[in-house]
């Protein structure tokens, strides 16, 4: 996680301490023996929506989605520079968090480690820069219950 402003060096803190009770997320690290958290969602509904099963791992819920059809200029297949998910809940007052993605292989990129805070309707977009010119989005909003 990346945190950046610029003010009250006391006003940062507590917005960011707030910030992070609001999302849950833990101020300690785990006891080295912890078994992984349970994932409180409903992973099923979250395979469907996105159409690939996922897995969970050390209490974090991975997608790998590959691209369905390749990106293709003149004749020639392109593969992706870069990839970028963003999702964010604006009903739930989370602006758009910018999740970069690592290249697994071919056109599958995956993103780690997200913790989702909250359940309701999510918007998504996905960046993918083709090269240092172009670059395509791809949006839809998923709902995530428990």
Known sequence: MQI???????????????????SKTPLTAPAASASPPAIDLDTAQ????????G?????????????RDPVIESGMQLPAKEVTL???NTAAGIEPLRLPTTHVEGATW???????????????RVEILINDFEKIAIEDQIDLSR
Do not use: C, S
């Open 4 to 22: 950046g402003g610029h003010g009250d060096p006391v006003k940062l803190a507590t917005a960011i301490r707030a910030g992070l009770g609001e």
């Open 46 to 53: 979250l395979d469907q929506i996105i159409g690939v099963k």
């Open 55 to 67: 897995q969970a791992t050390g209490g974090v819920y991975q997608l790998g989605v590959p691209r």
């Open 86 to 88: 963003f999702l964010g």
């Open 110 to 124: 995956r993103v780690e480690n997200v913790a989702i805070p909250t359940i309701g309707r999510w918007q998504m």
